[in-house]
C-alpha cells in the first residue's frame, strides 16, 4: 500500500506532464532494477542502523520499497500516459474540488493498473530475502525467511513443500487480479451503456 501511495504522485507526475530531464527521471526510476541490490544494500544497512531502523519492521518495510517502487511507478506511468488529464481538467472547470476529482475520477480511471501494480508489488516483496535479512536481522520473519534456509541447507522435501506454497500463493495473487479486473470491466460497461 506504501509503495502505491508513493507511486501515484511519481508516476503521475512522469506520465502526464513534461519537464526538463523527464527521460533521466524515468531511468533513474528503473536504478534498483539495473543495480543490484548487494552493491548499495550494506550502505542503506549503514544508514538504518543510525537511524535506529535496522532489525525493525518498518526497517524491513522501508528497505522493501526500493525494488518495489520502480514497478509501482513505471506501470502507473503507463497508465496515466494512456488516460491524460483531459477528465481531471473537465471535472475541475465544472468545480470539482481536488480531492473529489481524484476520488471520483482519477482514481476510477486508475484502478486496473493499481491492481496489475499492486500485484507486481507484492510478488517482488514477498520473494525479497536478502533484504529482508539484513535490514531485519533475523528478527523480522516473512515466507522468504523460511523458504531459504531449506533450499541452502539441502532439505530438498522442506523447500519443495515451501516452494508449493510459494507458487499457489502468487498464483491466487494472480489469478485473483484477472478476476477482478474482469468484473471491473464488466461493471464499468454497464455504466457506459
Not at 509503495?3 to 527521471?25: D, E, M, Q, R
Not at 520473494?127 to 515466507?143: A, E, K
Request: with cysteine.
Amino acid at each position: 500500500m506504501i509503495t502505491l501511495i508513493i507511486s501515484i504522485p511519481a508516476a503521475k507526475a512522469l506520465g502526464v506532464y513534461n519537464f526538463k530531464g523527464k527521460k533521466f527521471i524515468k531511468i533513474l526510476v528503473l536504478a534498483p532494477i539495473i543495480v543490484p541490490p548487494l552493491t548499495v544494500v550494506m550502505g542503506i544497512h549503514v544508514a538504518f542502523i543510525k537511524l535506529r531502523l535496522a532489525n525493525t519492521f518498518w526497517g524491513v518495510v522501508l528497505v522493501h520499497l526500493i525494488p518495489c517502487l520502480p514497478y509501482g511507478i513505471r506501470i502507473l506511468t503507463d497508465v496515466f500516459e494512456i488516460i491524460g488529464e483531459s477528465m481531471e481538467m473537465q471535472a475541475r472547470v465544472l468545480g470539482a474540488r481536488p480531492m473529489q476529482v481524484f476520488f471520483r475520477i482519477t482514481l476510477p480511471l486508475i484502478t486496473p493498473g493499481l491492481i496489475s501494480a499492486g500485484s507486481l508489488i507484492f510478488i517482488v516483496s514477498f520473494s525479497q530475502y536478502f533484504l529482508t535479512f539484513l535490514i531485519g536481522g533475523g528478527r523480522i520473519v516473512t515466507f522468504s525467511m523460511l523458504l531459504f534456509p531449506y533450499i541452502q541447507s539441502g532439505d530438498r522435501m522442506m523447500a519443495s513443500a515451501f516452494s508449493v506454497v510459494f507458487i499457489f500463493t502468487v498464483l491466487i495473487v494472480l489469478l485473483s487480479v484477472e478476476k477482478v479486473v474482469k468484473i471491473y470491466y464488466k461493471t464499468e460497461n454497464h455504466f457506459y451503456l
